[in-house]
Nanobody, 126 residues
Framework: QVQLVESGGGLAQAGASLRLSCAAS????????MGWFRQAPGKDREFVGA??????????DYADSVTGRFAISRDNAKNMVFLQMNSLKPEDTAVYYC?????????????????WGQGTQVTVSS
């Protein structure tokens, strides 16, 4: 069982930065694929990015819409994963969720993840 708690959301102006954190419980955190998703009002949940640890190597992948602006990192020693969001745009406004799963091959789909956090709201004003 893994419990995930996101934090760091809030209100930001366009062009600003926010950093989201996700704290995970459990002793096998490093084995999990950690993903970030977001859901805007009236829209489906969409993939933002994901990371997987392979020993000292970290695989990271991003949605096209955030590539070059967002960055995912993780600290396996602290059971934490982060989403650094730069150059925010109003269209980034959504509830952001972190998720844990085991299937990196399907990382962009919700079905690849077993555990989900409660979400944190990010609102970007123009």
């Amino acid at each position: 069982q893994v419990q995930l708690v996101e934090s760091g959301g809030g209100l930001a102006q366009a062009g600003a930065s926010l950093r989201l954190s996700c704290a995970a419980s459990g002793r096998t955190f490093s084995n999990y694929v950690m993903g970030w998703f977001r859901q805007a009002p009236g829209k489906d949940r969409e993939f933002v990015g994901a990371t997987r640890s392979l020993g000292d190597i970290y695989l990271v992948d991003y949605a096209d819409s955030v590539t070059g602006r967002f960055a995912i990192s993780r600290d396996n020693a602290k059971n934490m994963v982060f989403l650094q969001m730069n150059s925010l745009k109003p269209e980034d406004t959504a509830v952001y969720y972190c998720a844990a799963g085991m299937d990196y091959g399907r990382r962009a789909t919700s079905q690849a993840y077993t555990y989900w956090g409660q979400g944190t709201q990010v609102t970007v004003s123009s």
